[in-house]
């Protein structure tokens, strides 16, 4: 993952020149396009994605149609009561890239220590809801990268991104929870799902565990109709005897990871012929495809992708997701993801470096600051999939785990 440079990644010179002759600044950002195009060329663009299942950053140095790229690797962030040690690890990994510049000696650094960086960009998974202050990431990555322009995101905006490449369309990402979102291409967002597991995430990961339980218990219980022994004896080997399920999930604050986690013995229940396994699949799929459709709403091009472990190989699941959107949505074209959320955080990055007037923040899935200012879209909650977002950048995250 992130070991690709691909210019396609980098914004149009012409579209941004279009957005300048409508804002009636031409020759200003023809100006700052011209700045930052040489100011690139001695400075690294940094890129980092920190989540549940591990930690990467990926900087390039250079032209960007032969840059210098090198990849570090970080550990996972924690939770605790406090939420999560994502700025810790951001903090970890900017060390880590400030000492092997260190090591090398490496292009101009003028005080021994550091790298000029143009721009720095990071994904983080749980940034809404278990980051207590995004802001302090922005004073971190400053900080340690020596940068006056960073971005600070939920991952399912880094997914976006690095999925259709920066393009206009919708991507469902498929976790332990489920969210699409459909961007224009200017400036308008729309979201789908991603309510959490009591109120959506239709078929995601914790959903297709959720009904795993009730298939096991309803075998438990001598029922016929949507049970299924595979189910209960691959729930009681990872859970224990079903008397106990309550207290473990109810009590437990992180049961949305816990039901998630049965998912993966779903999807090998239904290789196994299990047909309720099946069914609950091939369910999910419709529900996913529902959530894609959705994200697809007046203005979005029909152009989709999906990302996450749930979606990656064939299942019922991506069958029936692929055959519902197919028939509801004919005119879409699904295509594979391009890049990893990595590459996203790198788009976005590139972008900051590139033109960072076109790169503005929403509340409280990006925050951006360039120059010690922030340029926030003060809309304090998201209106979800019935409403149109106007934002030049704008997404939600997953819950982070292992199936992201």
């Known amino acids: 993952m992130g070991s690709r440079t691909d210019q396609n990644f980098l914004p149009s010179l012409d579209n941004l020149a279009l957005v300048s002759c409508q804002n009636d600044r031409v020759s200003e950002h023809a100006r700052v396009i011209d700045e930052a195009a040489l100011y690139a060329v001695d400075a690294w663009v940094v890129a980092l994605d920190v989540g549940g299942s591990g930690s990467r950053l990926v900087a390039e140095f250079g032209n960007p149609t032969d840059a210098q790229r090198i990849s570090l690797s970080g550990r996972a962030v924690k939770v605790n009561h406090d939420g999560s040690d994502a700025p810790a690890v951001v903090a970890s990994l900017c060390q880590s890239f400030n000492a092997w510049a260190a090591r090398m000696g490496h292009h101009g650094m003028s005080d021994g220590s550091t790298a000029p960086v143009a721009s720095a960009a990071v994904g983080i998974t749980g940034l809404t809801s278990l980051v207590s202050n995004p802001l302090e990431v922005h004073d971190i990555l400053a900080r340690e990268l020596r940068t006056n322009r960073t971005a600070v995101a939920g991952d399912a905006l880094t997914a976006h991104l690095g999925a259709l490449r920066g393009r206009a369309g919708a991507v469902l990402s498929v976790g332990t929870g489920a969210v ?4 224009d291409g200017v400036s308008r967002w729309r979201r789908a799902d991603g309510w959490g597991h009591l109120l959506g995430d239709l078929g995601a990961g914790v959903w297709v565990g959720g009904e795993a339980l009730r298939a096991a218990g309803r075998y438990h219980d001598g029922a016929t ?3 299924s022994k595979v189910l209960l004896e691959a729930a009681v080997a990872k859970f224990g005897l079903i008397e106990s399920w309550p207290n473990q999930f109810y009590k437990n604050e992180q049961r949305a990871k816990q039901l998630a986690s049965m998912a993966p013995e779903v999807i090998i229940a239904a290789a196994q012929g299990d047909e309720t396994s099946i069914n609950i699949l091939e369910q999910a799929g419709r529900h996913l495809a529902d959530t894609l459709s959705s994200a697809l709403g007046n ?4 152009l989709a992708s999906t990302t996450g472990r749930l979606v990656q190989e064939e299942s019922p699941l991506t ?5 519902q959107l197919s028939e509801d949505r004919p005119e879409v074209s699904l295509v594979p993801s391009a890049g990893s959320p990595l ?3 790198l788009h976005l990055a590139r972008r900051l470096r590139d033109a960072p007037q076109s790169v503005a923040g929403f509340r409280p899935w990006l925050t951006v600051r360039v120059d010690g200012h922030h340029t926030l879209r003060e809309t304090p909650a998201d209106l979800g999939a ?4 106007a934002a030049k950048l704008s997404a939600t995250e997953l819950p982070g785990d292992e199936l992201q």
């Open 180 to 183: 699409a979102f459909g961007y």
């Open 225 to 227: 109709r949507g049970a």
């Open 299 to 302: 203005g979005i091009p029909p």
């Open 319 to 323: 069958v029936a997701l692929t055959k």
């Open 343 to 345: 590459d996203g955080a």
């Open 386 to 389: 019935s409403d149109t977002l």
